[in-house]
């Protein structure tokens, strides 16, 4: 059975760090890309990051591009997203997800998602 684990968010001033952490189980964590998306109360769920199987190729959408990094490490099942520089407009639900080897933006092509975690941030 999959399952996708995040934590680390929580409630933080605007200019301030957050690092979300997602672990996996029951899948070939290295077959893997993982993506982070995020969905804002009243809106539909957004693409955030994306990073290859082997971690060497990432993706981010503008708005959180130079502030969000997106790493992974295979040994521990896990991926992170770094957010810095938070904004109250990054406010949302964070969920991490997994596709089989492609790097995908879309979240049909995601398989299987975690629960989410919030991320509030105040201004």
């Known amino acids: 059975q999959v399952q996708l684990a995040e934590s680390g968010g929580g409630l933080v001033q605007a200019g301030g760090s957050l690092k979300l952490s997602c672990a996996a189980s029951?899948?070939?964590?290295?077959?893997?890309?993982m993506g982070w998306f995020r969905q804002a109360p009243g809106k539909e769920r957004e693409f955030v990051a994306v990073?290859?199987?082997?971690?060497?190729?990432?993706v981010y959408t503008d708005s959180v591009k130079g502030r969000f990094t997106i790493s992974r490490d295979n040994a521990k099942n896990t991926v992170y997203l770094q957010m810095n520089s938070l904004k109250p407009e990054d406010t949302a639900v964070y969920y991490c997800a997994a596709n089989h080897l492609t790097m995908a933006v879309v979240e049909k092509s995601y398989g299987y998602w975690g629960q989410g975690t919030q991320v509030t941030v105040s201004s």
């Open positions: 029951g899948l070939t964590f290295s077959n893997y890309a």
């Open positions: 990073i290859s199987w082997g971690g060497g190729n990432t």
